[in-house]
């Protein structure tokens, strides 16, 4: 079975644009949850989705939004760039909850310039 | 005070030694995740408990629900197990996480 995969591994974006990330979780998993890593504040919780709907959301500033589509894969968006959005942005995927085995993808890298 | 709070931060351990990282959290889980990430590397997930006693191999992971406690052990460790250990509360479709540990095992 493919694992999560995502899309672009890296990206570089100036300030000021927008950028989307995609993740396609394992097949047969319905809930594709997002991630931001940073070194100063680790791992933080930015969405979760389940059958195309958001059924959580992290404390993330309106430019950070996202969706899921019928097959179940995820996009991410952030619009106007800050440079404090440089982060390692991941996304997991599971069968259910988070009573739910998580697995994750490889990960984002996005700096922004 | 963080959610999930990790101990200790940075582990240095000979090859063979056992070790062992604790994870305390504050308020009730639906499970309670443990996660191990190599330098540059993805996110693994080695364990997920709800209750008891888990073992894979080298690893074993507790918890205690009543004393909101984890530990993770690791027994015979060898370099290769060198990595950042993360635990993670996970409830209301969401993971918050510790902050990690960062273990080295040197030959």
């Known amino acids: 079975k493919a694992g999560v995969t995502q899309t672009p591994r890296y990206l570089i974006k100036t300030r000021g644009q927008q950028v989307t990330l995609s993740c396609s979780p394992i097949?047969?998993?319905?809930?594709v949850s997002w991630y931001q890593q940073t070194p100063g504040q680790g791992l933080q919780f930015l969405f979760e989705?389940?059958?195309?709907?958001?059924?959580n959301k992290g404390n993330f500033p309106g430019r950070f939004s996202g969706r899921q589509f019928s097959n179940s894969r995820s996009e991410m968006n952030v619009s106007t760039l800050e440079l404090g959005d440089s982060a390692l942005y991941l996304c997991a995927s599971s069968l259910g909850d988070t009573a739910y085995e998580q697995y994750f993808g490889p990960g984002t890298r996005l700096t922004v310039t | 005070k963080n959610e999930v709070e990790q101990s200790p931060q940075n582990l240095t351990a000979q090859e063979g030694e056992f070790i062992t990282i604790n994870c305390s959290y504050s308020?009730?889980?639906?499970?309670l995740h443990w996660l191990q990430q190599h330098p540059g590397g993805g996110i693994v997930s080695l364990f997920m408990l709800s209750s008891g006693k888990k073992k894979h191999g080298r690893l074993i992971a507790t918890i205690n629900i009543q004393e909101k406690h984890s530990s993770l052990h690791i027994t015979a460790s060898h370099p290769r197990d060198s990595a950042v250990y993360i635990c993670a509360r996970g409830s209301n479709y969401k993971l918050t996480f510790g902050k990690g540990t960062l273990l080295t095992v040197n030959p």
């Open positions: 097949s047969g998993h319905r809930s």
């Open positions: 989705y389940f059958s195309e709907t958001q059924r």
């Open positions: 308020v009730g889980i639906s499970a």
